[in-house]
């Protein structure tokens, strides 16, 4: 998912490094390990850590602070105070908020290529890629929020009789967020730019796999100026923490990133506390159609980048591919060469566009469903095998002659698999593309204006994109249909998910006077 920023497949094994580009830092210390509680590092209350590894290499980075169940509680009571009627940041001006998310971009700015490097060591991914997507797009996501700071406003309604009836937006309170590992920086900014944008405060658990961003930028918050308490960060695990956090009886609102069946989980936990609001971002097993009319080089090239971007492991993985059939052979073909052209190796080698899954869980189970493929029926035309003698790393694959009813086009892989296949007709490809439960984004590629519309229109998922993919960004809106989640994050529309509004409505009298 490359919000704003974009890179190419990185450089051939021939090219020498460009001395502009920018560079990892070597041998980084890493000085945040702990639990952010009202702007203090704590130790957990049970004293408990737990490891973080560097998946391309297996080694252990450091260990971190495991928060649990009494951990949540204190940064949940840290939060309600800081968001109380006369604390500092409910007396705070709206603009003040602004500025302070703008200098929280501009120390993001000053630590990019540590946090870029900090990101690939904690989850593999190509340091370019982090630098050029991940902070780009986190750097860009707040300046978007802190220009919405002082211009979140109500209505003055016309009502009947002699009343004036006014809205205003206050914000929702203590807001919890769990953030998956595949994204890290970049959905930890997600959660926290519209919520303290609208004036809540945050307690926020990131994935267990990669803790490390969140905690650096934990340290860049306090240096920003926000007050005690306003964000909150519990290092820890899903069944302990993350389920502190969404059954937590002051917690008012959760934003979740993730798994569905997680997702099912928390919103059932959302219900039997204190029926807080949820905003889910879960899984997507997202198609593109390719119209014999298209630019297929364009096609090729753009489902490739959705399909192994990160690894295969978002959201938003171009995983189902279908092709019509008078330009599938053509297609498959170009996606075959593309596929055995990606460098996959070393994550801070500005050569490398490709590194390892996240862990051995995911690893074997990507493995296990391109086995299942191949038994099934599908065609493997390249890669469906690790690199020898390389951890976790997964070569870019590529499978022609699927069927809908195979698991590996049914079932959302989170790895490095493109799935292709072919159609007839332009219904036949609309209700092929619906059949999935899930419904997060999809893309149409054709240069026929009316069926770009008309196909668009009928698809069943929260984002469309038409001849490009992966292209998101902070002033749009982003989340699913169906069992994709429920709500949207970015642009405006995730304002109205971090505020209540109310409703005040007052009756003209000549007793009403100004005192």
């Given at each position: 998912?490359?919000?704003?920023?974009?890179?190419?497949?990185?450089?051939?094994?021939?090219?020498?490094?460009?001395?502009?580009?920018?560079?990892?830092?070597?041998?980084?210390?890493?000085?945040?390990?702990?639990?952010?509680?009202?702007?203090?590092?704590?130790?957990?209350?049970?004293?408990?850590?737990?490891?973080?590894?560097?998946?391309?290499?297996?080694?252990?980075?450091?260990?971190?602070?495991?928060?649990?169940?009494?951990?949540?509680?204190?940064?949940?009571?840290?939060?309600?105070?800081?968001?109380?009627?006369?604390?500092?940041?409910?007396?705070?001006?709206?603009?003040?908020r602004g500025a302070l998310l703008h200098r929280l971009a501009d120390l993001l700015e000053r630590e990019r290529c540590l946090l870029a490097t900090l990101e690939s060591m904690d989850t593999g991914k190509p340091f370019l890629h982090a630098f050029?997507?991940?902070?780009?797009?986190?750097?860009?996501?707040?300046?978007?929020?802190?220009?919405?700071?002082?211009?979140?406003h109500g209505k003055t309604m016309p009502v009947d009789e002699n009343f004036v009836c006014f809205t205003k937006h206050e914000p929702i309170g203590v807001c919890g967020a769990i953030i998956p590992w595949n994204l890290p920086l970049l959905m930890?900014?997600?959660?926290?730019?519209?919520?303290?944008?609208?004036?809540?405060?945050?307690?926020?658990?990131?994935?267990?796999?990669?803790?490390?961003?969140?905690?650096?930028?934990?340290?860049?918050?306090?240096?920003?100026?926000?007050?005690?308490?306003?964000?909150?960060?519990?290092?820890?695990?899903?069944?302990?923490?993350?389920?502190?956090?969404?059954?937590?009886?002051?917690?008012?609102?959760?934003?979740?990133?993730?798994?569905?069946?997680?997702?099912?989980?928390?919103?059932?936990?959302?219900?039997?506390?204190?029926?807080?609001?949820?905003?889910?971002?879960?899984?997507?097993?997202?198609?593109?159609?390719?119209?014999?009319?298209?630019?297929?080089?364009?096609?090729?090239?753009?489902?490739?980048?959705?399909?192994?971007?990160?690894?295969?492991?978002?959201?938003?993985?171009?995983?189902?591919?279908?092709?019509?059939?008078?330009?599938?052979?053509?297609?498959?073909?170009?996606?075959?060469?593309?596929?055995?052209?990606?460098?996959?190796?070393?994550?801070?080698?500005?050569?490398?566009?490709?590194?390892?899954?996240?862990?051995?869980?995911?690893?074997?189970?990507?493995?296990?469903?391109?086995?299942?493929?191949?038994?099934?029926?599908?065609k493997l035309e390249v890669g469906g095998c690790a690199l020898k003698d390389r951890g976790l790393f997964i070569q870019p694959t590529v499978f022609s002659d699927v069927k809908d009813h195979m698991r590996i086009a049914k079932e959302e892989i989170?790895?490095?698999?493109?799935?292709?296949?072919?159609?007839?007709?332009?219904?036949?490809?609309?209700?092929?593309?619906?059949?999935?439960?899930?419904?997060?984004?999809?893309?149409?590629?054709?240069?026929?204006?009316?069926?770009?519309?008309?196909?668009?229109?009928?698809?069943?998922?929260?984002?469309?994109?038409?001849?490009?993919?992966?292209?998101?960004?902070?002033?749009?809106?982003?989340?699913?249909?169906?069992?994709?989640?429920?709500?949207?994050?970015?642009?405006?529309?995730?304002?109205?998910?971090?505020?209540?509004?109310?409703?005040?409505?007052?009756?003209?009298?000549?007793?009403?006077?100004?005192?």
């Amino acid at each position: 998912m490359a919000q704003n920023g974009t890179i190419e497949n990185g450089l051939s094994r021939n090219e020498e490094t460009p001395a502009a580009l920018p560079q990892p830092v070597k041998n980084p210390d890493i000085k945040h390990t702990k639990i952010l509680i009202n702007n203090e590092w704590h130790t957990s209350v049970k004293g408990k850590t737990f490891p973080t590894f560097n998946p391309a290499t297996g080694v252990k980075i450091c260990d971190i602070e495991e928060a649990d169940q009494a951990d949540v509680d204190k940064a949940v009571e840290g939060a309600a105070a800081a968001g109380r009627r006369g604390s500092a940041w409910r007396r705070m001006d709206a603009s003040r908020r602004g500025a302070l998310l703008h200098r929280l971009a501009d120390l993001l700015e000053r630590e990019r290529c540590l946090l870029a490097t900090l990101e690939s060591m904690d989850t593999g991914k190509p340091f370019l890629h982090a630098f050029f997507v991940d902070l780009e797009g986190s750097i860009k996501t707040l300046r978007y929020y802190a220009g919405w700071t002082d211009k979140i406003h109500g209505k003055t309604m016309p009502v009947d009789e002699n009343f004036v009836c006014f809205t205003k937006h206050e914000p929702i309170g203590v807001c919890g967020a769990i953030i998956p590992w595949n994204l890290p920086l970049l959905m930890f900014i997600w959660k926290i730019a519209p919520a303290l944008a609208c004036g809540n405060t945050v307690v926020i658990k990131p994935a267990e796999q990669t803790p490390l961003t969140a905690l650096h930028v934990g340290a860049l918050i306090k240096e920003a100026g926000f007050p005690p308490g306003v964000v909150n960060i519990v290092p820890g695990f899903g069944p302990t923490a993350g389920a502190a956090v969404a059954s937590h009886m002051t917690v008012d609102k959760v934003a979740f990133t993730g798994s569905t069946e997680v997702g099912q989980l928390i919103k059932e936990a959302a219900g039997r506390s204190n029926l807080k609001r949820v905003t889910l971002e879960l899984g997507g097993k997202n198609p593109c159609i390719v119209f014999a009319d298209s630019d297929l080089q364009l096609a090729v090239e753009e489902i490739q980048k959705g399909a192994f971007f990160n690894q295969g492991q978002a959201c938003t993985a171009a995983s189902r591919v279908y092709v019509q059939e008078q330009v599938y052979d053509e297609f498959v073909r170009l996606s075959v060469e593309r596929a055995k052209n990606i460098v996959v190796g070393d994550p801070m080698d500005p050569r490398t566009s490709h590194g390892p899954q996240i862990d051995q869980r995911q690893f074997e189970k990507i493995l296990e469903l391109v086995s299942s493929g191949k038994e099934e029926g599908a065609k493997l035309e390249v890669g469906g095998c690790a690199l020898k003698d390389r951890g976790l790393f997964i070569q870019p694959t590529v499978f022609s002659d699927v069927k809908d009813h195979m698991r590996i086009a049914k079932e959302e892989i989170f790895g490095p698999v493109q799935c292709i296949m072919k159609f007839k007709t332009q219904e036949e490809a609309i209700d092929r593309a619906n059949s999935s439960e899930y419904g997060l984004t999809a893309a149409v590629f054709t240069r026929n204006v009316d069926r770009a519309l008309s196909v668009s229109a009928a698809l069943q998922s929260g984002t469309v994109w038409v001849n490009c993919y992966n292209a998101l960004h902070a002033q749009a809106p982003f989340g699913g249909y169906k069992m994709s989640g429920n709500g949207r994050e970015l642009g405006e529309y995730a304002l109205a998910e971090y505020t209540e509004v109310k409703a005040i409505t007052i009756k003209l009298t000549e007793q009403l006077r100004l005192i």
